[in-house]
């Protein structure tokens, strides 16, 4: 086959990529003229009784999780289906906000199904990109021909729905997979017939290699980016300042910022301008951020700031020249910065000290498999059901001897022992009552109630609300 793209957008049960799933998975594959190459993809896929859904996600998706159980597959099946059918060699896979959202859950899905959980991102060709990067650049650098809409208050806004909107895009299902995966592909061809050449620069740069030689070349260049302001359309001017501690990406300082006035932070001020603060809260500037390679982010050389968006951007590149000079007079300030980043990356996470079947779903990322647990995890999608017990002893890795219980009972309940089902039975248990001193059930139930109660909630979201109070009623264990 022929290099591709295939678009994709999920709808989940929740936010959290470590402990909700996937509902609903829905795909396009084009050819690299965004052309269609066969028929759409939309499957739905079983929610399994350990995850409780977030009732404000259903609002928004309007998918139950009676209708998974009903119409979808379970994991395992999708997942067979997902490599047979979609894994093609030279394969881009994007969407829109993919890699901080949709990637995440996939990546999730692979890792407890046995799977390679970052492979199809890369093997025979395979690559990922991201179109909402890609509507901040052209918006920021090259918006002829193009309608960008704003939000209520004013502010400048990149949603996929309000961006269809202004265009007289077709998006009659916002929040449906399908229909945002052909939204999605509509802004893309708009971007494309508009700015060709930038459509296409943002293509090639998808690759880490070229993004690291941007970076590293030792200019200042452009960066566009959710963390920074919609004032500036999310685009500023940039300096490598450090690698990354583990080699992945690059520090970078924001050259709106004069660098002698950070300078003069202490350790404690500059870990407090470094901590997340919750919504509501204001946050002082800090103008360093850590980019990385592997997330296809929007970078460009200087060069592509003509004078209209430097008046746009509120950007002044002599300014900016200034301040990457200002940086070469602070390397204690620079040091003490990429100490810190450093301290915080080797810290071990809460998952990694308390390795059990309740957190073994979110430890993704608490080490890379070895070779030899990565040639079982083909064995064990290929045993046969009943002896996929036999293989505990298998692995080296301490997740995976966990995960394999789990991954028996979420995808074939049916062959269960009754020692592995009342073991099944125990931990759904545990997920759904233990949270601190209030149940996640208790918690998921108060919610439904809340929205019920509020009175903009319409007819339909009253019904999918009930629908989940008699989901949450099903699974309820039986000692409550």
Not at 320 to 348: G, M, T
Not at 458 to 465: D, M, N, R
Request: hydrophobic content about 40%; proline content about 5%.
């Amino acid at each position: 086959m022929a290099a591709s793209f295939f678009f994709y957008d999920l709808e989940t049960s929740g936010f959290d990529a470590k402990f909700q799933r996937i509902m609903q998975f829905a795909g396009q594959r084009t050819d690299l003229e965004l052309k269609p190459i066969g028929a759409p993809v939309n499957i739905l896929i079983k929610l399994t009784p350990d995850v409780l859904p977030d009732p404000d996600a259903v609002m928004v998706t309007g998918i139950t999780p009676q209708a998974t159980l009903t119409e979808g597959v379970t994991e395992a099946e999708f997942l067979k289906f997902f490599y047979d059918e979609i894994c093609k060699p030279d394969t881009t896979f994007l969407g829109y906000n993919s890699v901080r959202f949709d990637d995440e859950f996939m990546r999730h899905l692979l890792y407890r199904n046995f799977y390679d959980a970052y492979e199809w991102q890369w093997w025979n060709g395979c690559s990922r990109w991201d179109i909402l990067d890609v509507v901040r650049m052209t918006r920021a650098l090259r918006p002829e021909g193009i309608q960008w809409p704003f939000a209520a208050d004013g502010t400048p806004t990149n949603s996929l729905s309000f961006i269809t909107s202004v265009n007289g895009l077709d998006h009659e299902n916002a929040h449906d997979a399908e229909s945002d995966v052909q939204a999605t592909i509509a802004v893309a061809k708009l971007i494309k017939t508009k700015q060709p050449k930038l459509f296409q620069f943002l293509y090639d740069m998808r690759d880490k290699k070229r993004v690291a030689e941007l970076v590293n070349h030792g200019d200042p260049f452009v960066y566009t980016s959710g963390a920074y302001p919609s004032e500036t359309n999310k685009t500023t001017i940039v300096s490598k300042i450090a690698d990354l501690p583990n080699g992945q990406g690059a520090l970078v300082y924001d050259l709106r910022f004069d660098p002698a006035e950070f300078a003069k932070l202490t350790t404690k001020e500059i870990k407090a301008r470094m901590s997340w603060q919750p919504r509501g809260v204001e946050r002082k500037p800090w103008p360093i951020k850590a980019l990385r390679y592997n997330r296809c982010p929007a970078v460009a050389p200087l060069s592509v700031l003509d004078a209209a968006s430097q008046e746009r951007l509120k950007l002044d590149i002599k300014q900016a020249e200034k301040y990457q000079n200002v940086l070469v007079n602070v390397p204690d300030f620079i040091a003490n910065v990429h100490e810190i980043y450093a301290a915080v990356q080797q810290r071990p996470s809460q998952s990694a000290l308390v390795a059990d079947e309740q957190t073994v779903d979110g430890q993704l990322y608490d080490g890379f498999l070895s070779d030899h647990d990565k040639r079982q995890l083909k064995a064990v999608r290929e045993a046969n059901v009943e002896k996929l017990a036999a293989m505990h002893d298998g692995f080296d890795d301490h997740r995976l001897k966990i995960l394999l219980p789990l991954y028996k009972a979420r995808n074939y309940p049916e062959a269960l022992s009754s020692d592995e089902r009342a073991a099944w039975e125990s931990f759904c248990a545990r997920r759904l009552l233990d949270d601190g001193q209030t149940s996640r059930l208790a918690k998921y139930f108060a919610r439904i109630q809340t929205l019920a109660a509020q009175p903009q909630t319409t007819v339909k979201q009253k019904y999918l609300l009930e629908e989940l109070q008699l989901y949450g009623e099903s699974i309820m264990p039986a000692e409550m």
